[in-house]
């Protein structure tokens, strides 16, 4: 057995969100589906609403201390430290 769900949003974002579906050949009413699976098996919202999440929050509290700031002479240096793992 099977019941209808309908929702209301902007002609712009279905629009956009179905040709992202259509690129991985997801229908509406699959996305919806799996969402729903996700959201059983999770008990909760089944992606990050903790925006911004604990990590952010913690890389924003840490930019505050100036002694915890990284500091590069350029784009390079930068660049360099951040692919040197």
Not at 6 to 16: C, P, W
Not at 64 to 84: F, G, L, N, S
């Amino acid at each position: 057995m099977t019941t209808k769900i309908q929702a209301r949003i902007s002609d712009s974002l279905k629009a956009e969100g179905e040709l992202i579906l259509k690129k991985l050949g997801i229908t509406t009413t699959e996305l919806m589906r799996m969402t729903f699976r996700q959201l059983v098996m999770k008990k909760g919202i089944p992606f990050d609403v903790n925006i911004p999440n604990p990590e952010t929050i913690e890389s924003f509290d840490e930019a505050k201390d100036p002694q915890k700031i990284t500091r590069y002479a350029d784009a390079k240096e930068a660049i360099a430290d951040m692919w040197k793992d």
